[in-house]
């Protein structure tokens, strides 16, 4: 069951999902105790950046990974996860990521949260 559904157009869609990804990303910095962000401006433009590189960067890597992640059953998409992720602290100011296990951690509790929120406000097409 969902409170509202967002109208069919692309911008509202596109801010519904950027809001929804600041605040997974906001959720994860709350939950990981080794993930850090500053500000709500910096889970605003993590959350562009996280979305630039999961449309752009994490295909390629994915590409290029694919021998690797069928040997491993699909298990190195979490490393890849952790790669795209510390990518976007990498390139968003005042976004932190100490080691690389928190970063493995932390997209899975981004993953996890953005799902929640998603199905929660109702931007999934069902």
């Known amino acids: 069951m969902t409170l509202t559904r967002f109208e069919s157009g692309f911008l509202p869609r596109f801010l519904g999902t950027w809001v929804i990804s600041a605040l997974s990303l906001l959720a994860t910095a709350f939950l990981i105790p080794g993930i850090s962000l500053d500000s709500l401006v910096a889970a605003a433009i993590g ?43 990498y390139f968003t100011p005042g976004f932190t990521i100490n080691t690389f296990w928190d970063a493995i951690f932390g997209s899975i509790i981004l993953s996890i949260v953005s799902g929640i929120l998603n199905q929660f406000i109702g931007l999934d097409n069902d």
């Open 47 to 89: 959350a562009l950046i996280l979305g630039l590189i999961n449309a752009v960067v994490r295909p390629l890597i994915l590409l290029l990974t694919l021998p690797l992640t069928i040997l491993t059953l699909g298990l190195f998409l979490f490393i890849v996860n952790a790669i795209s992720f510390s990518m976007v602290a």
